[in-house]
């Protein structure tokens, strides 16, 4: 164990370039259409992909739907990734740009007053007393103090606190600088304590 | 808010991430310790982080693989199973040499498919030693001829009547 806490192995680089290589082979064997691979593949990535939905979109009822049509996506479109080191990039990308189109679908329906019956009941069940009776009041807080975060921020917000990345891996799929990173948290955090205004207690 | 405070919110932001050094850490412990209003920040943003992350996990964490992607993988499937079944198929069709089915042995080589109807067994044709020349005799009128074919017995023929609207076996005559 190293002084931040994290275990440290005398073969610390041998175990990344097996992880890295065994990545590779998972998704070479995933674009051959092998089922297990696949399913491992969402198994391994699922967490944070739902995180950048929830990031971008801020709402968590419309991360089930959006993850699984990136999910369609990737099963369809995995043979046009042709370099297996890029694919948390390319997950990025897929995930990013379905979450943006369902934010855009539903602001276009609410302005049409097209939403379904089911869309409005899920915004109920999301906010509403039906959470806050079962004893989450303080999450359900939370949460919507994380929602109502600039999009900026929420988005490494919630990598950071969902999947424990650290910034320079946030950074590399954010495509931006640790330093970045690290003022986007720390804005966020600071966000967060001004709205929630103690109601957290230590 | 001063200089001071920003600086100390992201010592604090660093060290609650595990991205700051061992100096950085030493450094805050010592402010925490003389600084009650830094410890107590410091707590608030530790409280706030553990219960985000418990937040979070629980508002969003979900079992892995939706029903629609399972169902697709599904459908995939079964045009997998079917495309194989095809393509077996179209490989005995275009080689139905190779087929060895003991249930098919029987059938002609040349037959074109092994989806192919089987072909129509016609009656076996056995070659019987002929004991006598058979004279080739034929008796003809403008409108209608005879054709007489002798038997295995001498002086017995078949006579067929050939017209030009039917062929009819006329009978057997015995002796011309």
């Known amino acids: 164990m190293d002084?931040?806490?994290?275990?440290?192995?005398?073969?610390?680089?041998?175990?990344?370039?097996?992880d890295v290589e065994m990545a590779h082979a998972l998704v070479n064997e995933a674009q051959r259409g092998s089922r297990p691979a696949v399913d491992r593949l969402v198994r391994q990535h699922e967490g944070w992909v739902r995180g950048v939905i929830y990031g971008v979109t801020g709402r968590r009822d419309l991360v089930d739907d959006v993850a699984q049509q990136v999910w369609t996506q990737v099963w369809q479109r995995l043979g046009s990734l042709n370099d297996p080191r890029r694919l948390r990039a390319w997950l990025y990308t897929v995930a990013r740009n379905a979450a943006?189109?369902?934010?855009?679908?539903?602001?276009?329906?609410?302005?049409?007053?097209?939403?379904?019956?089911?869309?409005?009941?899920?915004?109920?069940?999301?906010?509403g007393p039906v959470r806050l009776a079962l004893g989450d009041e303080l999450h359900e807080t939370l949460l919507r103090a994380v929602e109502a975060l600039p999009a900026l921020y929420r988005e490494p917000f919630v990598l950071r606190h969902l999947e424990d990345w650290s910034y320079a891996e946030i950074g590399e799929l954010l495509n931006l600088s640790v330093?970045?990173?690290?003022?986007?948290?720390?804005?966020?955090?600071?966000?967060?304590?001004?709205?929630?205004?103690?109601?957290?207690?230590? | 808010m001063s200089e001071a405070e920003h600086d100390l919110e992201r010592l604090i932001s660093r060290c609650l991430d595990d991205e700051c050094t061992p100096a950085e850490r030493r450094a805050l412990n010592a402010q925490l310790r003389r600084d009650a209003s830094a410890a107590a920040l410091f707590e608030e943003h530790s409280a706030l982080d553990r219960e985000v992350k418990q937040a979070l996990?629980?508002?969003?964490?979900?079992?892995?693989?939706?029903?629609?992607?399972?169902?697709?993988?599904?459908?995939?499937?079964?045009i997998c199973v079917v495309a194989?079944?095809?393509?077996?198929?179209?490989?005995?069709?275009?080689?139905?040499?190779?087929?060895?089915?003991?249930?098919?042995?029987g059938m002609a080589p040349q037959?074109?498919?092994?989806?192919?109807?089987?072909?129509?067994?016609?009656?076996t044709l056995i070659e019987q030693p002929v004991r006598f020349d058979r004279p080739q005799i034929r008796v003809g009128k403008p409108d209608v001829g005879w054709?007489?074919?002798?038997?295995?017995?001498?002086?017995?023929?078949?006579?067929?009547?050939?017209?030009?609207?039917?062929?009819?076996?006329?009978?057997v005559q015995y002796d011309f």
Do not use: Y
Not at chain 2, 93 to 103: A, G, L, N, V, Y
Not at chain 2, 111 to 123: E, L, R
């Open chain 1, 3 to 18: 002084v931040w806490g994290r275990e440290s192995s005398k073969d610390g680089m041998t175990e990344t370039i097996v």
């Open chain 1, 100 to 127: 943006i189109d369902a934010s855009q679908d539903r602001r276009r329906k609410r302005a049409l007053g097209l939403e379904s019956v089911a869309e409005r009941i899920g915004d109920v069940q999301t906010a």
């Open chain 1, 179 to 202: 330093e970045t990173v690290e003022t986007r948290l720390v804005r966020a955090r600071r966000l967060l304590r001004e709205t929630l205004n103690g109601k957290v207690e230590p």
């Open chain 2, 57 to 78: 996990s629980r508002g969003l964490r979900r079992p892995v693989a939706g029903r629609r992607v399972r169902s697709l993988r599904e459908r995939v499937a079964r």
């Open chain 2, 84 to 105: 194989a079944a095809a393509c077996l198929a179209l490989l005995f069709w275009i080689e139905p040499d190779r087929q060895t089915s003991s249930q098919h042995a």
């Open chain 2, 111 to 123: 037959s074109p498919s092994w989806f192919a109807s089987p072909p129509t067994m016609g009656d």
């Open chain 2, 147 to 171: 054709i007489l074919v002798p038997s295995d017995t001498p002086g017995e023929f078949l006579v067929i009547e050939v017209n030009r609207v039917l062929t009819r076996t006329v009978h």
